[in-house]
């Protein structure tokens, strides 16, 4: 299974950037359909950004514009870059990774810990 470790949370003035990570492990990251969620308290998981094994990205329509979705297949790291954050950013991330297919055997996906973003003044 998928091994994911998020990093680069932390507390951020309204307007400023931080730059998430996810370090990916024991799997095939290039074939990996990746994304990023976020939770606040007492609130839902959502989406906010997802990239295919051939680069394509989307964005929830609250993050587009100013959150960039990225991947290094070379080093197995997805990445978020967030700019112009605003309180309501405050969630805690989560990398994932949808299930995935190799050689005719199917692997579940899986989730990291989570990294805490909070912006506040």
């Known amino acids: 299974q998928v091994q994911l470790v998020e990093s680069g949370g932390g507390l951020v003035q309204p307007g400023g950037s931080l730059r998430l990570s996810c370090a990916a492990s024991?799997?095939?990251?290039?074939?990996?359909?990746m994304g990023w969620y976020r939770q606040a308290p007492g609130k839902q998981r959502e989406l906010v950004a997802t990239i295919s094994s051939s680069q394509i990205t989307t964005y929830s329509d609250s993050v587009k514009g100013r959150f960039t979705i990225s991947r290094d297949n070379a080093y197995h790291m997805l990445y978020l870059q967030m700019n112009e954050l605003k309180p309501e950013d405050t969630a805690l991330y989560y990398c994932n990774a949808e299930d995935y297919c190799t050689n005719n055997v199917c692997h579940q996906g899986s989730w990291g810990q989570g990294t805490q973003v909070t912006v506040s003044s």
């Open positions: 024991n799997s095939p990251f290039s074939i990996l359909f």
